[in-house]
T-cell receptor
């Protein structure tokens, strides 16, 4: 079985605040991949990052950073100095190596609203 | 630029109609997917395909079928549309365990 949980349904922050979006996953596979996607109001999902299960290094890309911790099965996403353009729904997703067709299982998403 | 294109952005259909949603990708990806997105439920997998003429059921295949006659095209078929199939439908394609690329979505309303 596989499962991705995004417990935060909606978050509102004031512009320039930092915000962390939580993602907890479940898998029995030892090899798997984790993803974050952004869905702006236009509706199209935009890929942000992929991380494989053997690479626990945290990653920073501009104002975005990701904290992968296998010990707690979490892959959290932090936006530093948030901006109005960050307002979107963010999805965390899991793909297992042994699952047929390399499927992608999504969490229910977190809607982030950045207030100017 | 990589591209996944869905044939319609918005569709309105009547209950009982047969509905075709088309998706085309230009990246030569083996894997293609159809998801539906509903508020509070995230993206739920309807069907996926890992090769031409190959298909696998996802989590919610009831009321849907798919067709993949060519590698670049993956069609979702609603055999007899019902109001509970009103939703946003998203097509995606990917290569192995790389990231998936998504189309712009089709918002289907069944009246």
């Amino acid at each position: 079985a596989q499962k991705v949980t995004q417990a935060q349904t909606e978050i509102s922050v004031v512009e320039k605040e930092d915000v962390t979006l939580d993602c907890v996953y479940e898998t029995r596979d030892t090899t798997y991949y984790l993803f974050w996607y952004k869905q702006p109001p236009s509706g199209e999902l935009v890929f942000l990052i992929r991380r494989n299960s053997f690479d626990e290094q945290n990653e920073i890309s501009g104002r975005y950073s990701w904290n992968f911790q296998k010990s707690t099965s979490s892959f959290n996403f932090t936006i530093t100095a948030s901006q109005v353009v960050d307002s979107a729904v963010y999805f965390c997703a899991l793909s297992e190596l042994l699952t047929g067709a390399n499927n992608l299982f999504f969490g229910t998403g977190t809607r982030l609203t950045v207030i100017p | 630029d990589v591209k996944v294109t869905q044939s319609s952005r918005y569709l309105v259909k009547r209950t009982g109609e047969k509905v075709f949603l088309e998706c085309v990708q230009d990246m030569d990806h083996e894997n293609m997917f159809w998801y539906r997105q509903d508020p509070g439920l995230g993206l739920r997998l309807i069907y996926f395909s890992y090769d031409v003429k190959m298909k696998e059921k996802g989590d919610i295949p009831e009321g849907y079928s798919v067709s993949r006659e060519k590698k670049e095209r993956f069609s979702l078929i609603l055999e007899s549309a019902s109001t509970n199939q009103t939703s946003m439908y998203l097509c995606a394609s990917k290569f192995m365990n790389t990231e998936a690329f998504f189309g712009q979505g089709t918002r289907l309303t069944v009246v």
